[in-house]
């Protein structure tokens, strides 16, 4: 089990910025993918953002493309994803996620959940 803890969720007007962080333990975020998902109300769970090992490559839903920005610091063993521009459809639980599958292990590493909430 990989613990990932977010924080950094809150609410905000349109048009506002936040910041997520995921604290992993150490050397996670050389050895997974990580992921960012977000999950409305009576929504499936749908894909954010995500960045590579080394950071160098990054994937985002196109719905956030654009405003979002996904970032990691191995130093702090922590990933973060920088929020521009929110728009009340982007009001959801956000969830870390850590990808191991590309060496061996399982996508089902997911932290407890931040809440991010836009205001009209």
């Known amino acids: 089990q990989v613990q990932l803890v977010e924080s950094g969720g809150g609410l905000v007007q349109t048009g506002g910025s936040l910041r997520l962080s995921c604290k992993a333990p150490p050397r996670t975020l050389s050895a997974y993918v990580m992921k960012w998902f977000r999950q409305a109300p009576g929504k499936e769970r749908e894909f954010v953002a995500g960045?590579?090992?080394?950071?160098?490559?990054?994937s985002y839903a196109d719905a956030v493309k654009g405003r979002f920005t996904i970032s990691a610091d191995n130093v702090q063993n922590t990933v973060y994803l920088q929020m521009n521009l929110l728009k009340p459809e982007d009001t959801a639980v956000y969830y870390c996620?850590?990808?191991?599958?590309?060496?061996?292990?399982?996508?089902?590493?997911w932290g407890q959940g931040t809440q991010v909430t836009v205001s009209s």
């Open positions: 996620n850590a990808d191991g599958r590309a060496r061996g292990g399982s996508a089902d590493h």
């Open positions: 960045i590579s090992w080394n950071g160098r490559s990054t």
